[in-house]
């Protein structure tokens, strides 16, 4: 029921007031993190994560988005895969948070394997560097196990389409 | 006001102050058209579009009519011309 709700709300989004003129842009970004997993049935388990996200921005609000991650600590790949509504601080272009859904993989046992809600935000602290401070949270709608990631990321954008 | 209201409130432009930000939108395109005349049909459409969103609103100000409101606060959060970083920094997380 959660998940068609969200399905629903972002359909209509995407289905609002459609125009000519559409472009999308997509961002690939590489980058390490710190990765806290609990509850859910599986022990607390903490890593150092080396990661690759990629996000293609369908609207300037709703972006496609998707990554992998390699645990350090504990030899696992995850990844996931999955949509968000965006919004951006209406004075500060360079914050901007995040919210919605995604299929999480794992290859051991201890990250997620399933459907989660996802909140994240992004912060490009310096004008001279498109190096991003970032953070997100997720919460599996089937075992409730947490998992929250906070690192840093270099992107690179990539633009296709009519500019906008 | 707490702090997290007053970040949130800065997040998202409250529906009251739509108007208020389509307004200020018109302005800064505006202001762009004099920086960069070569784009100028392309902002006067820009512009166009918005005064059109603006006379809707000016139209219909009952505040209980929020379907309309919401239709036009949708096509901002879709289209809107002043949240232009692409993508965002957040959908880089995860």
């Known amino acids: 029921m959660k998940r068609a709700t969200i399905f629903l709300l972002l ?48 609207t300037p609000h709703i972006s496609a988005v998707g990554g992998i991650a390699y645990g350090f600590m504990e030899s696992y790949v995850r990844g996931s895969v ?22 999480h993989f794992e290859s051991e046992p201890g990250q997620l394997d399933e459907w989660a809600g996802e909140a994240a935000i992004g912060w490009k602290p310096l004008t001279t560097s ?35 | 006001m707490t702090l997290v209201q007053e970040w949130l409130g800065k997040l998202v432009p409250p529906l009251a102050d739509l108007r208020g930000v389509m307004v200020s939108a018109r302005e800064r395109l505006l202001a762009m058209k004099a920086r960069l005349p070569e784009f100028g049909p392309q ?13 809707t609103l000016d139209a219909d100000t009952s505040s209980d009519n929020l379907s309309a409101m919401a239709g036009v606060l949708a096509n901002e959060l879709m289209h809107g011309p002043y949240f232009t970083d692409r993508p965002k920094p957040s959908d880089f997380a995860g």
């Open chain 1, 130 to 164: 498109d190096i991003l401070i970032t953070a997100a949270a997720a919460y599996g709608l089937d075992s409730g196990r947490r998992m929250v990631t906070a690192g840093v990321v270099f992107p690179v954008t990539i633009t296709a389409g009519g500019a906008r």
């Open chain 1, 82 to 103: 999955g949509a968000r509504a965006t919004v951006t601080d209406a004075t500060n272009k360079s914050f901007s948070i995040g919210i919605g859904f995604a299929r």
């Open chain 2, 43 to 55: 902002i006067d459409a820009q512009i166009a579009e918005l005064d059109a969103k603006i006379a």
């Open chain 1, 11 to 58: 359909a209509a989004a995407l289905a609002a007031h459609p125009k000519a003129g559409w472009s999308a842009t997509l961002g690939l970004a590489v980058g390490g993190q710190g990765a806290w997993f609990d509850d859910g049935g599986h022990e607390p388990q903490r890593d150092l994560e080396a990661t690759g996200r990629a996000a293609l921005s369908i």
